[in-house]
């Protein structure tokens, strides 16, 4: 298992069958204001796809080595 992160995010990698198990996290406070805006807003539509593109990037990344 490979942990990264910078204080608040995490990205582990862990071996899976043939491939590897990604999983990005974020963590940290989270004030009143923000907590209101996750019921107004969609996150994963709005970050989604970053998170796509950057997983994309990492697999294009692992798959090199």
Avoid: S
């Avoid at 989270?30 to 994309?56: C, H, Q, S, W």
Wanted: glycine share 12%; hydrophobic share 40%.
């Amino acid at each position: 298992v490979l942990r990264y992160g910078t204080g608040g995010e995490t990205v582990t990698l862990a071996p899976d069958g043939n491939g590897t198990r990604v999983t990005w996290a974020m963590h940290g406070p989270m004030p009143y204001l923000n907590r209101l805006m996750t019921i107004f807003f969609d996150m994963d539509k709005t970050v989604g796809k970053d998170f796509e593109a950057g997983l994309a990037n990492l697999k294009a990344l692992a798959e090199k080595t």
